[in-house]
């Protein structure tokens, strides 16, 4: 998506709201995260584009829609809805990085001292790998997923690296595997000083960003061998549909009590409910999985597309 294309959906946005929604102006400005000038440029976009006629003609409307009838439904700060394009090489991941990207950059680009936590995963990464530069040696980023497969091997999904490269800021890594061998070396883990200070850090961060990992064998905690294939069985056999943090859930968002729980090294989810949690996923894949997740309350913000969400509009 090129920057015109970019400033053409936004000014899609902004005349849904406002011709749509009926949202005014300095409403608009504060979800876009523009001033009320910009508003008024891109409903004047919208309209020398012809977007505005008896409807929205732009694909964006439908996202929109979808968006507000999720955000109403479960309680959300926002949630954002990018188009999906089945015909694309990456189905339109480039968008939903795009939409993340903006979120996060809304955080990063502030003068005063920011601390900001991100899980992982493809979504996450390819956020981060789509912002732009800013100097904030100021910030910090922290990991709240252990970096660690249980083979040795690094993830390669973490962003925080590539965000602190791209800021200058601090990088705070979780030095453990996201699911331990055993209770015993997930708690000696944890009661190193090391593991408590990233801990400590992770709890005073600002927002969360983080993936939701689906449970089949094509997820990403068996695939990248943070789980073997005795766990993956456990956890289908106890129907989990979905994954935050390594967490794994039932389809009403319960974090399931089981074997592979009791080794996860990840902040435990309660420890979270006072920081706002924002999702970043898309693709009716993750569709049960992204339910759960709001089922269970545990999300603030959703950025997703509108594969997963008309499965969201249609199962809620």
């Not at 993830?155 to 209770?183: C, I, Q």
């Not at 989810?269 to 999702?279: C, G």
Request: with cysteine; glycine share 10%; charged share 25%.
């Amino acid at each position: 998506m090129d920057k015109f294309e970019r400033k053409l959906d936004q000014a899609a946005r902004a005349a849904w709201m406002s011709y749509v929604g009926g949202i005014t102006q300095d409403e608009i400005a504060l979800q876009l995260g523009v001033s009320r000038p910009g508003v008024q440029r891109l409903l004047a976009l919208a309209r020398q584009e012809g977007l505005i006629k008896v409807r929205i003609d732009h694909p964006i409307s439908a996202c929109m829609a979808m968006a507000a009838a999720i955000r109403d439904r479960y309680g959300l700060d926002y949630c954002d809805v990018v188009p999906a394009e089945p015909d694309a090489p990456d189905g339109g991941a480039s968008y939903l990085a795009a939409a993340g990207a903006e979120r996060v950059s809304r955080l990063v680009v502030r003068s005063e001292p920011l601390t900001l936590s991100l899980g992982t995963g493809r979504s996450i990464r390819a956020t981060v790998e789509a912002m732009s530069r800013h100097d904030r040696p100021q910030h910090r980023f922290v990991s709240l997923v252990g970096n660690v497969a249980r083979d040795g091997s690094a993830n390669r999904y973490d962003g925080v690296m590539v965000l602190a490269d791209k800021t200058g800021g601090e990088r705070f890594l979780l030095p453990a595997p996201v699911v331990a061998d055993s209770v015993e070396e997930k708690e000696a883990m944890r009661g190193q000083r090391l593991f408590q200070a990233i801990m400590a850090v992770a709890k005073q961060a600002e927002t969360a960003f983080i993936g939701v990992g689906r449970i089949d064998r094509q997820a990403t905690l068996f695939q990248d061998h943070f789980i073997d294939e005795s766990d993956l069985e456990e956890l289908l056999g106890l129907e989990a549909v979905g994954e935050l943090l390594g967490w794994p859930m039932s389809r009403d968002g319960e974090v399931i009590d089981c074997s592979i729980t009791r080794r996860v090294t990840s902040l435990p989810l309660e420890m979270l409910r006072d920081q706002p949690l924002v999702a970043i996923a898309g693709g009716r894949e993750k569709g049960p999985a992204l339910l759960a997740s709001l089922r269970g309350g545990w999300l603030n913000g959703l950025i997703t597309d509108e594969t997963a969400a008309r499965f969201l509009t249609e199962m809620s």
